[in-house]
């Protein structure tokens, strides 16, 4: 578990072994996301990318019905 401080910006640095484990490089677009108090950033792929790359993610807690349209 990394930690990192928000800066009067509030900014804060990836740190260098998570940057490289999830191969973000300067530019990539993220999505910020909210949930119960939880924020998370996920990097933005293209489909082809991100093929083959979630076998045997469970996902059934991953998003709850209040979510959906």
């Known amino acids: 578990m990394e930690t990192v401080?928000?800066?009067?910006?509030?900014q804060v640095v990836i740190p260098e072994?998570?940057?490289?484990?999830?191969n973000i490089k300067p530019g990539d677009k993220m999505v910020a996301i909210a949930k119960h108090g939880i924020l998370q950033y996920v990097p933005v792929r293209s489909v082809?990318?991100?093929?083959?790359?979630?076998?045997?993610?469970?996902?059934?807690?991953?998003?709850?019905?209040?979510?959906?349209?």
């Open 48 to 69: 082809k990318e991100t093929k083959g790359m979630i076998k045997g993610l469970d996902t059934a807690e991953l998003r709850d019905e209040t979510d959906r349209a």
């Open 17 to 22: 072994k998570l940057r490289e484990e999830a």
């Open 5 to 10: 401080k928000v800066s009067k910006k509030y």
